[in-house]
T-cell receptor, first 114, second 114 residues
Framework: AQSVTQPDIHITVSEGASLELRCNYSYGATPYLFWYVQSPGQGLQLLLK??????LVQGIKGFEAEFKRSQSSFNLRKPSVHWSDAAEYFC????????????FGAGTILRVKS | DAGVIQSPRHEVTEMGQEVTLRCKPI?????LFWYRQTMMRGLELLIY????????DSGMPEDRFSAKMPNASFSTLKIQPSEPRDSAVYFC????????????FGQGTRLTVV
């Protein structure tokens, strides 16, 4: 079965500092991996996705993520965090073998201090 | 496209009443998902449809929950009778069923059962 682990429930970083949010997945087939962001009271917005090719993918708002098959990880990074990045971030895994349904991690709440 | 449209945005109902949540997916998408989000359980997939056919409803918590998709542009999630523990944010998402495609989320319906 698919599963996604986001080990950090909360992370606080200073504005301008770099950010890395961790995501590990458990999956037997070829996964598609996603990062979504959710602001309070809003739906989920796609930041970036990986399904093949270059293992370093670029997304919106200056985010990037690297797929490491050997570590079953898909960590999200940003070199310099802005106060507007404060939100909850979700990693998700999907696969054609499972009808493209997405399984989400528990989420990481990012706080940005000025 | 206006994106995935959910209605109502907020619903407050009394225990025992029937509740119907509605979703209009993005035109051309052939997969539709219903998720429930709570603090305790995070984002849970309740049910998903491919080409209007329910594929996996293993996430539906009880027989009190039912979902339909009578056509490609409309889906409902019904709870009858509702209970306070059903209070949550319910999200509808749609995607085009293909390799590596992402799901697009609606704004959600915040349900409060008192």
């Amino acid at each position: 079965a698919q599963s996604v682990t986001q080990p950090d429930i909360h992370i606080t970083v200073s504005e301008g500092a770099s950010l890395e949010l961790r995501c590990n997945y458990s999956y037997g087939a070829t996964p598609y991996l996603f990062w979504y962001v959710q602001s309070p009271g809003q739906g989920l917005q796609l930041l970036l996705k990986y399904f093949s090719g270059d293992t370093l993918v670029q997304g919106i708002k200056g985010f990037e993520a690297e797929f490491k098959r050997s570590q079953s990880s898909f960590n999200l990074r940003k070199p310099s965090v802005h106060w507007s990045d404060a939100a909850e971030y979700f990693c998700a895994v999907g696969s054609m073998e499972y009808g493209n349904k997405l399984v989400f991690g528990a989420g990481t709440i990012l706080r940005v201090k000025s | 496209d206006a994106g995935v449209i959910q209605s109502p945005r907020h619903e407050v109902t009394e225990m025992g009443q029937e509740v119907t949540l509605r979703c209009k997916p993005i035109s051309g998408h052939n997969s539709l998902f219903w998720y429930r989000q709570t603090m305790m359980r995070g984002l849970e997939l309740l049910i998903y449809f491919n080409n209007n056919v329910p594929i996996d409803d293993s996430g539906m918590p009880e027989d009190r929950f039912s979902a339909k998709m009578p056509n490609a542009s409309f889906s409902t999630l019904k709870i009858q009778p509702s209970e306070p523990r059903d209070s949550a944010v319910y999200f509808c998402a749609s995607s085009f069923r293909g390799m590596g495609t992402e799901a697009f989320f609606g704004q959600g319906t915040r349900l409060t059962v008192v």
